[in-house]
């Protein structure tokens, strides 16, 4: 791990103000994906701004009928939430899907959008990565690469997003609030907030530079059955290779997202009207423009048979 100063924020002004004025700062709140990559200096700040006691975590009720979430919520408590587990069920079976207990105790609203892949060759600083070493060219194309994208990638990039949390947002139609150092605040679509990798993988989200997030926002109820279903190559602990979230109403009509295939959880509004002909019909429209491995290209029919699944659960 390379040297780093450590400071105290005490305000959200106070923490954007830190970070505009050290070149390499990072934020830092549950630290359980950024202290693993310092460890392995994959990330290597050059000042850790510690945002834990701002105050950012209460979840309120909004004039609108929905929820705001505060960027330093845990895990857990947002996921034990009672009108979390009333009203957007789904994201709590989300939330309890992924990593572990003692994680989902540290881990932040705020810090779990911005996690980062989980793909090998990112993780070995040995192996070219554009997303870690911009221009040196993507080891997983043409390496292994049965854990990685489908769909949403490019030739420069074929990793994925890895969380779980974020793809019930995206079925939810959350917005991400945030504030930048001049003081000036954002509310952040989370279709728009991760980024297809393109070009330049490198830059994962629509955050600018020392920008924080504070808050994630969600609509009123949907009301529907929800379910969250993640298939992976053990049964805790792991990554998934495919989940799906969705939202079913009893006419059949409802919304549905994909995990663990794309860089972003991958939701194509478009083939929603398609859910009472079945999974297949959804999955064919959603994955139109898949670009699978022949490694990955199982997570095709694994989408639609776990979409399927999902189905089934909510008409029993």
């Not at 909004?62 to 947002?78: K, S």
């Not at 907030?193 to 997030?213: C, K, N, S, V, Y």
């Not at 602990?237 to 994909?258: C, E, I, N, P, Q």
Request: charged fraction near 25%; include cysteine.
């Amino acid at each position: 791990m390379k040297a780093f100063t450590y400071a105290r924020a005490g305000s959200p002004a106070e923490a954007t103000a830190m970070a505009s004025r050290v070149q390499g700062a990072r934020f830092i709140a549950g630290g359980t994906n950024l202290l693993d990559l310092m460890k392995l200096e994959i990330e290597a700040p050059t000042q850790l701004i510690d945002i834990n006691r701002l105050g950012l975590d209460t979840i309120e009720e909004t004039d609108a009928g929905g929820l705001r979430i505060g960027a330093m919520v845990r895990n857990t408590a947002l996921a034990a939430d009672k009108r979390v587990r009333r009203d957007y069920a789904v994201l709590t079976r989300a939330i309890m899907a992924g990593a572990s207990g003692q994680l989902r105790n540290k881990a932040t609203t705020g810090g779990n959008l911005l996690q980062r892949t989980r793909c090998p060759y990112f993780y070995d600083p040995n192996m070219p990565c554009n997303k870690r070493k911009p221009g040196s060219g993507c080891a997983a194309i043409g390496g292994f690469s049965r854990q990685l994208g489908v769909i949403g990638t490019s030739d420069a990039c074929i990793a994925t997003y890895p969380g779980d949390m974020a793809v019930a947002l995206r079925l939810l139609d959350a917005v991400v609030e945030t504030v930048k150092p001049d003081g000036e605040t954002r509310a952040i679509p989370i279709a728009d907030f991760h980024r297809l990798w393109g070009d330049t993988p490198q830059i994962e989200t629509a955050l600018e530079p020392g920008e924080l997030i504070t808050a994630v926002t969600l609509p009123k109820p949907l009301g529907g059955a929800h379910v969250y279903h993640k298939v992976r190559d053990r049964s805790s602990y792991a990554f998934a290779l495919v989940s799906v979230a969705a939202v079913l109403h009893k006419d059949g009509t409802g919304r549905v997202a994909f995990g663990g295939v794309a860089p972003k959880p991958w939701r194509v509004e478009a083939a929603e009207p398609l859910l009472p002909k079945g999974a297949s019909a959804v999955v064919a429209r959603a994955f139109a423009d898949a670009r699978p491995t022949e490694e990955n290209k199982f997570k095709i029919t694994l989408a639609e048979r776990t979409l399927a699944g999902v189905l089934a659960e909510a008409r029993s």
